[in-house]
Structure formats: structure tokens, C-alpha cells
Nanobody, 126 residues
């Protein structure tokens, strides 16, 4: 098991930038594919981006492609989400999750993720 913990949320202006961090104390976190999901008020949780354990494969939702960048530093057991040029519609609670399937293929399905953080609020203001 791993226990991801998100940080870095807050207020950000439209067109600004913000970096979210997902860290886990377990060394095995570096072996898990990871994903970022988000949930806006009154909406279902949705996929944002996924990264494989090595950092060599990523998958982005079309709504954030070209604006958000996912990366990881396995030496620090950390996954990052760089949010550039955010929009008001990016306002949500952002969750980091670890994919427990043990496969190399990244997934956009929340059901494939076994371990979830508590979330961090991101609010984009104009």
C-alpha cells in the first residue's frame, strides 16, 4: 500500500501557474503508475493526467493538454502537476492516485487506482 499526499493547491490567477505535488513516504510509490484527477463542485470526478512509474509514458485529458505537465522524481517519491495558463474551469479539488494494477500501461479510469490522497483545492480566479 501507498498513501499519496497532495500539496501546493491554492488560489491562482487565470493565465498564471501553479505546481501541485504528490508525495508518499513509502519507497514503493516509485513503482506505481500515478494519476491526477479532479472534482469540481456539483460534478463527477474526472481524469486529468496519468504518468507511468518511470515517467516515460504520460496521458493527458484533452482539456489540459498543452497547459498542464506531469512529471515525477522517483528519488523523492514525488509526482508533480505543473499547471500553466489555468482557466476558471480548472477550479476543483485535485486528487493524486496510485495505480495498483502493476501494469506498465497508464490508465484514465479511476477504478484502476487503488490508493488516493485527500485532495488539494485549486481555485482559479480572474
Amino acid at each position: 500500500q501507498v498513501h499519496p499526499v497532495e500539496s501546493g493547491g491554492g488560489l491562482v490567477q487565470v493565465g498564471g501557474s501553479l505546481r501541485l505535488t504528490c508525495a508518499a513516504s513509502e519507497l514503493t510509490f516509485s513503482r506505481y503508475n500515478a494519476g491526477w484527477f479532479r472534482q469540481a463542485p456539483g460534478k463527477e470526478r474526472e481524469f486529468v493526467v496519468a504518468i507511468d512509474w518511470s515517467g516515460g509514458s504520460t496521458m493527458y485529458d484533452g482539456s489540459v493538454k498543452g497547459r498542464f505537465t506531469v512529471s515525477r522524481d522517483n528519488a523523492k517519491n514525488t509526482v508533480y502537476l505543473q499547471m500553466n495558463n489555468p482557466r476558471a474551469e480548472d477550479t476543483a479539488v485535485y486528487y493524486c492516485a496510485a495505480d495498483g494494477r502493476g501494469l506498465g500501461i497508464v490508465s484514465a479510469r479511476s477504478l484502476d487506482y487503488d490508493y488516493w490522497g485527500q485532495g488539494t483545492q485549486v481555485t482559479v480566479i480572474s
